[in-house]
């Protein structure tokens, strides 16, 4: 097929301006989630080991840990914690865990792994770092762990929150 000589586009002239903008991404890649609040927030992919979808029978509960902390879950052979981000950030909503599966995106810092439990996956998209703006109205208590925002829709505020996961790894609310 590769050595078809219809399938080579030559100088690229004649793609698409749609497929040209695909293969040329501006800004770093990121995962978008939501949190049970409908909150929508974003991780850089570069901090992300994994994403997962785990049953909660998987999570193993540990007693006498921090109420944020969901459990255990053992992810090719290491024992991880997971977290309720959305808990972690004070969100009043908690994370529903009686679903058939729970999405875990598995954050990573040096030899430090954290499993954050969202209440839903959005999609990997390549977001400019220079149309970050300083995070608005947000709650002091939050307000660590948050690197800037992106405003989609001015009318509608559609806002994005970028987290910095490093601050969540090492908050001293884990302790708790």
Known sequence: M???PEFVTG????ISPEIQALQTPEG???LRFHLPS???FALPAVAIREVMQQTPDRITPIPNASPLLLGTLNLRGQVIWVADLGQ???NPTPLRTDRPEIPVIAVEEQETILGLAIDQLGD???LNGEQL?????VADHIAPYVQGEWVFNEDRKQILRLLDHVAI???ARWAA
Do not use: A
């Open 133 to 137: 703006q300083p995070p608005t109205n």
């Open 169 to 171: 790894l090492r908050s």
């Open 124 to 126: 990997m998209e390549w």
């Open 38 to 40: 409908q909150e929508e």
């Open 11 to 14: 100088n690229g002239q004649d």
């Open 2 to 4: 590769v050595g078809n």
């Open 28 to 30: 770093e890649l990121h």
């Open 88 to 90: 972690f950030l004070g």
